[in-house]
């Protein structure tokens, strides 16, 4: 059965870091792009970041490049997200998700990919990321 489970959220002051793990069951990581989204509370999901299965294809959206890093080890099936610099506006759940397809990694880095959440199938419960003084 495929499933994922996100861990590492939780309460961060401005300015500080946090590293957010998705976990996968069920998937072959060598062929699945991995993706975060947040929702804040009473606005949509958002896409954030997104990693090709082979790692060297990445996307993030203009809120988070330069803050967010997302890598992945495909032999311990996770993916993993490191947030710097957080601010306040970042507070949200956030989700991973996993690709319904197989994809080449130049998906993911052509110039109008926005990261549709309609390309991903397998979500994860969220993790609750605070960002307080």
């Known amino acids: 059965q495929k499933r994922l489970v996100e861990s590492g959220g939780g309460l961060v002051q401005p300015g500080g870091s946090l590293t957010l793990s998705c976990l996968a069951f069920?998937?072959?990581?060598?062929?699945?792009?991995i993706g975060w989204f947040r929702q804040a509370p009473g606005k949509e999901r958002e896409a954030v970041s997104c990693i090709g299965n082979s790692a060297t294809s990445t996307y993030y959206a203009d809120s988070v490049k330069g803050r967010f890093t997302i890598s992945r080890d495909n032999a311990k099936s996770t993916v993993y997200l490191q947030m710097n610099s957080l601010k306040p506006d970042d507070t949200a759940v956030y989700y991973c998700?996993?690709?319904?397809?197989?994809?080449?990694?130049?998906?993911?880095?052509?110039?109008?990919?926005?990261?549709?959440?309609?390309?991903?199938?397998?979500w994860g419960q969220g993790t609750q990321v605070t960002v307080s003084s």
């Open positions: 998700a996993a690709d319904n397809i197989y994809r080449p990694g130049t998906y993911y880095t052509w110039p109008t990919y926005d990261m549709p959440q309609s390309d991903f199938g397998t």
């Open positions: 069920g998937l072959d990581m060598d062929y699945v792009a």
